[in-house]
DNA sequence: ACACGTAGAGAACTGGT
DNA sequence: ACCAGCACTCTACGTGT
């Protein structure tokens, strides 16, 4: 155990070394900006973006004691996923010791007592087990969906308050799971339409979008518009646009916010519409398609919304 | 190749019954 | 609980430069 320890640390450590990262602009020299929610790497100057989708969620495993040993101080990392977090302790089923040896029969009948204590505790009530069975099946869904296990553990937490808050009278667990799992989806930006989801469930779109309602509603879980603004750096970066255009485009979203007329709007369409209108007016030769594949939308609505922008401008 | 326009369908939400 | 209507976006097709 203990030599497993130091291997898996001493491995991490040459890892790290290898991948130092630099922490200033290639382009501008200036100081780099990480955004842990987004996973990118950015400019604080120029926007550019450095390094995109850097995930990074395991445990710190530098050793701020002594000589870098001893890093037993940390454990795995806590998860939503597990109705217990991950920090109940486990009884192995088998009746062997650390060595591997056979144990004495009144060893193995206390074990066996622990062991239907342990299961006793760990699933006690009904909300317990309730719990574990809907992450169960939100850990399915989230992975049928491709999804990041950041969205499975957020749907974690939306389907325990949705427990707490009494929300399951009369719903099926697997419904208010995947409506957990539809919800966590939009709010970590990678939205699954119902039917997606409604296809990896075990229950119809009908009662999803049900649960879905009433979970939205009592939990006033509102999935804050975003605000269009947060993607304009990263469409003017991957377009290649100089950081003149991408200030353009958030001033022509700062008229269209001001004249409200964003609302309703999906905002990566307002981010690309502005970007291309500004790209336009610093002379910089972008396509309608160019835009509309970074910012993933469709042409028409790129056209459709960059004239508004233009025209909220006077 | 690109920009621009229109029509019809689909998805998600709202409000009335 | 169900339905109709809604604003938005999409696909698919067209015409014009």
Redesign the pocket.
């Known amino acids: 155990m203990q030599a497993t320890t130091t291997a898996v640390g001493r491995e991490r450590e040459t890892n790290e070394t290898t991948t130092e990262r630099e922490d200033a602009c290639p382009e501008c020299g200036s100081a780099l900006e990480h955004d842990d929610t987004r996973g990118e790497v950015s400019c604080r100057e120029c926007g550019l973006i450095v390094d995109e989708d850097v995930v990074d969620r395991g445990p710190e495993w530098r050793s701020f004691e002594g000589d870098g040993e001893n890093r037993s101080r940390v454990g795995a990392p806590t998860t939503n996923l597990m109705h217990d977090k991950g920090l109940s302790s486990v009884i192995g089923w088998q009746d062997k010791d650390a060595y591997g040896k056979r144990l004495s029969s009144r060893k193995r009948r206390q074990l066996a007592r622990l062991r239907k204590w342990d299961e006793r505790f760990r699933a006690r009530d009904d909300q317990e087990r309730n719990l574990k069975q809907a992450l169960g099946e939100v850990e399915r869904m989230t992975s049928a969906l491709g999804l990041p296990e950041t969205v499975g553990e957020t749907a974690g937490v939306v389907y325990r308050r949705a427990l707490d808050e009494d929300l399951l009278r009369g719903r099926s667990i697997e419904a208010v799971a995947t409506a957990s799992v539809y919800a966590a989806a939009r709010q970590a930006g990678v939205p699954r339409?119902?039917?997606e989801v409604a296809i990896v469930s075990r229950v119809d779109r009908?009662r999803v979008?049900?649960a879905?309602?009433q979970v939205s509603r009592e939990l006033g879980l509102e999935v804050p518009p975003t605000d269009p603004r947060e993607y304009v750096e990263r469409y003017a970066s991957d377009l290649d646009l100089p950081g003149e255009t991408a200030r353009r485009a958030r001033e022509l979203l700062d008229a269209a916010i001001e004249e409200n007329v964003h609302?309703?709007?999906?905002p990566t369409?307002?981010a690309g519409a502005a970007v291309y209108a500004a790209a336009r007016l610093t002379n910089h030769?972008?396509?309608?398609?160019d835009v509309s594949e970074v910012a993933?939308?469709?042409?028409?609505?790129i056209?459709?919304?960059y004239?508004e922008l233009l025209e909220a401008q006077e």
């Open positions: 339409s119902l039917d009908l979008q049900r879905y309602r609302s309703g709007k999906s369409t307002m030769s972008v396509t309608q398609a993933n939308v469709a042409r028409v609505t056209r459709s919304r004239k």
